[in-house]
């Protein structure tokens, strides 16, 4: 079983924090918006597959990922892209996967360290 490790969200919510204001047009993108949308999936992944290799976490996932939606206040599409990005993630596995498997292991600890790296470089990339 694998130890719980949560993704530095907080790491992420500070660098937010220290962004330039937003983009005044909505046809405007943010440069991070990719990374958000993958760590918004990999967020669903593991809501879903901690849970159902028992790690009894509850709800910590969704929470992070709400702590996130909320910390980078998107509207509209932006938001809608986010949320999708965690159910895509979330009903990938479950579809595929009924209990824990070792490969749900190794996918857990792919996401868990991806997760980080993502959270690691935007914070540096973006936060001044």
Not at 25 to 33: G, H, L, N, V
Not at 119 to 125: F, G, M
Request: hydrophobic share 40%; with cysteine.
């Amino acid at each position: 079983m694998i130890r719980a490790v949560s993704v530095p969200v907080l790491a992420l919510l500070v660098a937010f924090a220290l962004v330039a204001p937003r983009p005044a047009s909505a046809q405007q993108t943010i440069p991070f918006d990719g990374d958000l949308r993958r760590l918004s999936e990999i967020l669903g992944a593991l809501h879903y597959l901690r849970e159902i290799c028992g790690a009894g976490e509850g709800q910590k996932w969704r929470v992070e990922m709400q702590q996130l939606v909320d910390a980078e206040a998107p509207s509209g599409a932006r938001r809608s892209q986010m949320i999708a990005s965690f159910n895509r993630g979330y009903r990938l596995y479950q579809q595929s996967y009924r209990s824990c498997t070792p490969a749900a292991d190794t996918a857990i600890r792919r996401y868990l360290q991806e997760g980080s790296k993502i959270a690691r470089e935007v914070t540096a990339r973006y936060a001044n």
